[in-house]
């Protein structure tokens, strides 16, 4: 059984920071790409930053500059520092990973079960 547990989230103030860390467990074989993805009310659930298995990244236009996303390849762990936090990053963030649990079979994804980031000002 595969499981991914997000934690990091919290309260903080304008300009604070959070890190966020999803530990992805059970049978893995390989993870593929990782990413956050965030969800407000009210709003479509959007990509803030993924990563390849090689280090490659991507981040959403608003938080290019503020946020980081790294891994752990080791432990089956994906990261994102969040500095500079905004009132307008409240939501919850979710952890997706990309994995294939043995070598005949083919990639899927899965996702946690999100954590609330909420920012005021």
């Known amino acids: 059984q595969v499981q991914l547990v997000e934690s990091g989230g919290g309260l903080v103030h304008t300009g604070g920071s959070l890190r966020l860390s999803c530990a992805v467990s059970g049978s893995i074989f390989r993870l593929n790409d990782m990413g956050w993805y965030r969800q407000a009310p009210g709003k479509l659930r959007e990509l803030v930053a993924a990563?390849?298995?090689?280090?490659?990244?991507n981040y959403a236009d608003s938080v290019k500059g503020r946020f980081t996303i790294s891994r752990d390849n080791a432990k089956n762990t994906v990261y994102l520092q969040m500095n500079s936090l905004k009132p307008e990053d409240t939501a919850v963030y979710y952890c997706?990973?990309?994995?294939?649990?043995?070598?005949?079979?083919?990639?899927?994804?899965?996702w946690g079960q999100g954590t609330q980031v909420t920012v005021s000002s």
């Open positions: 990563i390849t298995r090689g280090g490659g990244t």
């Open positions: 997706n990973a990309e994995l294939i649990v043995d070598v005949v079979t083919t990639p899927k994804g899965y």
